[in-house]
């Protein structure tokens, strides 16, 4: 299985936005030209709530790779709610599936394990009166429990077929070795 992965797209009016639209260009280009089974967004699409012509841009782009294989988007932290789930309707020959929520789907014989930006893993209400140190572990924990289970769900469905984690993150206290 061939899989064209794509991230942090940005497309924004105010950031370089005739380098942007080539670039993008020159991917489609490409994906294309290798005919990938599946293409995958893993988020930030656009760089902050969306215009309509950033929108008007990202859907041509959009309909080239839906014309091409399937296409998995996960929103990213830039992504506004909602903001990409119309793209789900563009006329395209193959499917365009959007993920504002973790997701294990199956496609073209692969699953994979979605996780698209969690502002927030633990309800609000239960966060009130803790320390910052305490709201960072429970959410981190309950990130934890959302992993295992995409996790465990892979194990589960995908048995020894092909696994693929799709996940936008930000780490913290990373150390390159």
Known sequence: ?????????????????????SVHSWCA??????????IVLAGDLFDRDSKPA?????AELLRRFGDVAPVLIARGNHDARGD???FAQLATRH???VFEEPALVEQGGAWIAVLPWMERVVAEESLVGLSAAE??????????????ELGAGMREKAGEGA????GH???????PR
């Not at 299985?1 to 497309?11: C, E, G, I, P, R």
């Not at 280009?29 to 599946?38: A, F, G, Q, T, Y």
């Not at 696994?163 to 799709?166: G, L, Q, S």
């Not at 993150?169 to 150390?175: D, E, K, N, S």
């Open 29 to 38: 280009s490409v994906i294309e030209e290798r005919h990938p089974d599946l």
């Open 163 to 166: 696994k693929i984690f799709v």
């Open 84 to 86: 990409l789930c119309i």
């Open 135 to 148: 709201t960072m572990e429970r959410e981190m924990a309950a990130l934890r429990e959302v992993l295992v």
């Open 54 to 58: 950033e929108r008007n841009a990202l």
């Open 169 to 175: 993150l930000m780490l913290r206290g990373a150390v």
């Open 95 to 97: 499917p365009i599936r």
């Open 1 to 21: 299985m061939l899989v064209a992965l794509l991230t942090d797209l940005h497309y924004g009016l105010h950031l370089r936005w005739e380098e942007c639209l």
